[in-house]
């Protein structure tokens, strides 16, 4: 009952977030890009993330991954997405921007 109480929690978290990225590609773009925002926080609440769900694809690998799944115009929301995130973990605009997964967690960006 536990795991199923806290995934719901962490559905609820990540759904509010995903609104709010939605939102913002909106705003930005045009559109709302649902599916990449989907996919890039895929992994939130798993076992095996938990929370530290965005080592797996919020870096430049994961933007090049979300451009060969959804098309071209996915980099620009994918980015913004990452970049949102990762202001949330500390970065700035002036830090390098994480080039993968081990580049990520190198970084202590989680």
């Not at 115009?73 to 830090?95: C, F, N, P, Y």
């Not at 080039?99 to 967690?105: A, L, R, T």
Request: one cysteine or more.
């Amino acid at each position: 009952m536990h795991q199923t109480v806290h995934r719901a929690i962490q559905t609820v978290i990540t759904m509010s977030q995903y609104e709010v990225h939605c939102r913002e590609s909106l705003l930005l773009f045009g559109a709302p890009f649902e599916e990449v925002h989907r996919w890039l926080d895929e992994f939130a609440g798993t076992p095996e993330y938990g929370m530290r769900h965005r080592r797996a694809r919020h870096h430049a690998a994961g933007i090049r991954e979300a451009v060969r799944l959804f098309g071209a115009d996915a980099a620009k929301a994918a980015r913004q997405h990452i970049v949102s995130d990762l202001k949330e973990e500390g970065w700035t605009e002036t830090d390098p921007f994480p080039k993968d997964e081990k580049d990520y967690v190198r970084m202590r960006l989680f």
